[in-house]
């Protein structure tokens, strides 16, 4: 699946609000947002229903909007089939320490 750089002009009024969030949560957080780069592993803090996403799930950056402010992540099955991809604000990922072991859960 390909990406457009211009991506960012695309983006909803209510996506670009929930982006302007300051990072910040009560997790452990291994690094910072303004750390994440294109490719790395985080994972998602808040579930996203409208996704099919669940907290703690694990995903890899394919973009960066706004300077670290969100990002565009690809959630992919063990099969390699990409599941979701979404815009999700800095404070909804976070950096994929070394130290975790990854879970399973069936797709829905």
């Keep these: ?5 211009n991506a ?4 909803s009024p209510s996506t670009e609000k929930a982006m302007s969030f300051q990072v910040g949560n009560n997790l452990p ?3 910072s947002a303004a ?6 592993p985080v994972v998602l803090t808040e579930s996203r229903p409208e996704d099919g996403l669940e907290a703690g799930d ?15 992540v690809e959630f992919v099955a063990q099969g390699d089939e990409t ?3 979404a815009t999700v604000p800095a404070n909804y990922v976070r950096a994929l320490s070394a130290k975790e072991i990854s879970c399973v859960r069936t797709l829905a």
């Design 35 to 40: 750390m994440i780069k294109e490719f790395d």
């Design 8 to 11: 960012a002009a695309r983006i």
């Design 83 to 85: 599941t979701s991809v």
């Design 1 to 5: 699946m390909g990406f457009s750089r």
């Design 58 to 72: 694990v995903g890899w950056i394919v973009m960066i909007h706004a300077n670290g402010a969100g990002f565009e």
């Design 29 to 31: 957080v291994i690094g």
